[in-house]
């Protein structure tokens, strides 16, 4: 059965700094793998997805993603962090339904 | 476009008390869920469709019912609401399928999200 794994509830960067935020999957077949944010009292955005191809992926407001077929992770970064990007992350691995991992709250401060 | 509109935002309900949450998209998408979020626990899919008459069971199907008659809407119905169905409700959609290479692919199609209903069980 396909599952997602994000181990870090909490993650928290200085501003300017580079940020990461971990995620790890399992699936039968090919993955393929999403990062969503989700800001306060709104649904979820789509912030970019791994189908195939490189294996860095760039996806909005700066954010990449890095696939790691042999560690089966799929782990979100940003060189530069702003406060604007404190909220939550959820990374999604889709085989036939789409599962979501519990999501990681992303702090960056001051 | 609207987009994916989820009515209401906020509800009260007793316990047994009945209730259906509307979603409504106005993108011509074939694919449409229902996910709730939950303190420590993520998204959770409850229902999803295919297509207009067509419905299938999530992770936590229970206690919930869907239909789907038209394209647009996909409402979610509470028939008899328990304190355990307090949540946040998403509703979402994805694009219809795209064809590459002559083979129907929608795996991917990101989803697109709801504002939520924040529902309350007393």
């Known amino acids: 059965a396909q599952s997602v794994a994000q181990p870090e509830d909490q993650v928290n960067v200085a501003e300017g700094n580079p940020l990461t935020v971990k995620c790890t999957y399992s699936v039968s077949g090919n993955p393929y793998l999403f990062w969503y944010v989700q800001y306060p009292n709104r649904g979820l955005q789509f912030l970019l997805k791994?189908?195939?191809?490189?294996?860095l992926v760039k996806g909005s407001y700066g954010f990449e993603a890095e696939f790691n077929k042999s560690q089966t992770s799929f782990h979100l970064k940003k060189p530069s962090a702003l406060v604007s990007d404190s909220a939550l992350y959820f990374c999604?691995?889709?085989?036939?339904?789409?599962?979501f991992g519990k999501g990681t709250r992303l702090h960056i401060l001051p | 476009n609207a987009g994916v509109t989820q009515t209401p935002k906020f509800q009260v309900l007793k316990t047994g008390q009945s209730m259906t949450l509307q979603c409504a998209q106005d993108m011509n998408h074939e694919y449409m869920s229902w996910y709730r979020q939950d303190p420590g626990m993520g998204l959770r899919l409850i229902h999803y469709s295919v297509g207009a008459g067509i419905t299938d069971q999530g992770e936590v199907p229970n206690g919930y019912n869907v239909s789907r008659s038209t394209t647009e809407d996909f409402p979610l119905r509470l028939l008899s609401a328990a304190p355990s169905q307090t949540s946040v409700y998403f509703c979402?959609?994805?694009?219809?399928?795209?064809?590459?290479?002559?083979?129907?692919?929608?795996?991917?199609?990101?989803?697109?999200f709801g504002n939520g209903t924040r529902l309350t069980v007393t």
């Open positions: 999604a691995v889709r085989d036939d339904k789409i599962i």
């Open positions: 791994y189908i195939t191809g490189d294996n």
């Open positions: 979402a959609s994805r694009p219809p399928a795209t064809s590459e290479h002559g083979v129907r692919v929608t795996a991917n199609s990101p989803l697109h």
